[in-house]
């Protein structure tokens, strides 16, 4: 029972790190690809870590996945934040299809 | 104060990840913490005694639950975008306004935004927020600042301001 539910998780969580690797590739820009890697590839790893946690029970192992679910969090957030301003600073152009930019006046 | 908060939340951090509760392990766990509180300290926690509200943490339980809901969908709004053949993007940068006040605060409502669905935080420039949208679904400033920070602002500011 355990086993089953800790396959379904990690299964799980490499469907959801793949899209987001289709999505590295497939979406036109910058900003866009960064969606892709930091929404699927955080939740896919956090998937695979609850995945670990079944798997291993109560322990060392599982408390040690259960903490790397927060840290994962809070870097991948930053570093995506970290990412695109750095890219906005250093003139990386958006896609021909956005609509918007408020940020270019900010930045003057 | 600041510096014992920091403290106690380094030594259980220590103790989960080693997961070991022998006498050298706990010391050499003291030791780091005491050198990360000397360090750190002084950046967070203007207020440790809001940690004592009974209130503040029921409405962080309310956040992480509407946090992890839209962790989930947001996944499936990208993997829709991403596997769609026609990829229904109309991305942009728009400005939104905060109410919040507090550093702490912000960085939370920041990450928040990152993880909901299309949206990531650009940078933050005084009062205002530059997030950049996968789809744009709305013109109007004020419709859009209700779409996009909905609901966690109110619950962040209910228990970190």
Known sequence: MNDMAA??????????????CIGLIRLPDMYNRLQAATKCVTLGCCSILLGVLVHFGIGSAGFRA????????????VAAHALARGAYHFGTKMDKRSVKDDYREAVK | MRYVTVFILSMIFWLLITFKFTIPNIAAGAVASAITAAIFGRYYFYNVYKFLQPRRWLWFVVYLVTFIWACIKANF??????LHPAM????????VKTTLRSEFARTLLANSITMTPGTITVDIIGD???????????EDP???????????????KKFAE
């Open chain 2, 142 to 156: 004020a419709l859009y600042t209700r779409m996009i920070t909905g609901r966690f602002e109110e619950y962040i």
């Open chain 2, 77 to 82: 709004d990208v993997a829709y975008r991403v």
């Open chain 1, 7 to 20: 396959i379904i998780l990690i299964s799980v969580g490499v469907l959801f790190n793949i899209f987001g």
């Open chain 2, 128 to 138: 205002e927020m530059y997030i950049h949208w996968i789809y744009i679904r709305s």
């Open chain 2, 88 to 95: 229904p993007i109309k991305p942009g940068i728009v400005k």
């Open chain 1, 66 to 77: 259960l903490v790397a679910i927060p840290i994962l969090f809070f870097t991948a957030t």
